[in-house]
């Protein structure tokens, strides 16, 4: 097995927080591989200003997980993006699952993910429906070329996993990445969260909402990027996009567990998700 890969802090975060999604044999073997021994002050803040941080990342991760079995149990033959692809082991996930329904699956990433895929292999056998692109997302000339490179096709129907990232980058860098994917027929798909700006916040959320942007901003040393709901739709206008699907994380918690137990209105949990073709 690969040394053991030190994680910073905010890796750590999300993969210590969803913990418990990762049950499967091969996915705890992935983990197994991480090394967690270093303390996260970040994390054990966010955790103070808000406890069930753990429960926000993990409903994040889910909702992803069950519009992905959706399309690809409607739309096999699949070709799988993950844009800021960072420690998360989504595709292990994806090969245990659903094998049949996935053509290619391509991680993109610029840290990190040359020893994700020394993991990767030496958990698998050659020929893995898996590749590994090295590249900053929003250098998307170099992306393109190594899309390209990996097999990406146009003309094949492609599921975009933008999980966590529009956080760390301007609008404008997103509206260029997602115009990679744009197509006639808008047969690919965007699954992504987004942060919410303040006027969607109900008030009775709104000091947890702050608390815990300042402890990231603080954190990363710049503000994140944040949006209302008619800033998405503005975006997703630019992009000639068709929405699917808005989901507040209350109805992401109903869905899955029955009922909205820890963000009981739209605008609590600090993001929401969003589905949308282009």
């Not at 990232?165 to 027929?185: C, E, G, P, R």
Request: one cysteine or more; a negative charge.
């Amino acid at each position: 097995m690969t040394q053991k890969l030190k994680v910073p802090s905010t890796s750590r975060l999300v993969l210590e927080a969803a913990m418990q999604l990762y049950t499967s044999p091969l996915q705890q073997q992935y983990i197994a591989a991480i090394d967690f021994s270093e303390t996260s002050r970040f994390f054990y803040e966010l955790k103070r200003q808000y406890p069930f941080i753990t429960e926000m990342i993990c409903l994040r991760k889910q909702s992803i997980r069950r519009m992905l079995r959706e399309r690809l149990l409607a739309f096999p033959g699949q070709q799988v993006i993950i844009p800021g692809a960072g420690l998360d082991p989504l595709s292990l996930y994806l090969l245990e699952n659903y094998p049949q329904q996935i053509s290619r699956i391509i991680e993109a990433d610029n840290g990190y993910i040359e020893e994700k895929q020394r993991i990767y292999e030496d958990m698998m056998p050659a020929g893995s429906l898996v590749n590994f692109i090295k590249c900053d997302v929003t250098d998307t000339a170099l992306l393109w070329g190594k899309l390209l490179e990996s097999g990406y096709q146009e003309d094949v129907p492609a599921t975009i996993v933008f999980e966590g990232v529009i956080h760390y980058i301007s609008n404008d860098a997103f509206l260029q990445l997602m115009q990679l994917f744009k197509t006639k027929q808008r047969h690919n798909l965007v699954l992504m969260d987004y942060s919410l700006s303040e006027e969607e916040v109900p008030q009775g959320f709104l000091p947890s909402h702050l608390a815990i942007m300042k402890v990231l901003e603080e954190y990363i040393g710049r503000p994140l990027n944040v949006n209302s709901r008619a800033d998405m739709a503005g975006l997703l206008l630019r992009l000639d996009g068709e929405l699917e699907t808005v989901e507040p994380l209350s109805e992401t918690e109903r869905l899955l567990n029955g009922s909205a137990r820890l963000f009981h209105a739209p605008g609590e949990g600090i993001m929401e998700m969003l589905g949308f073709r282009i």
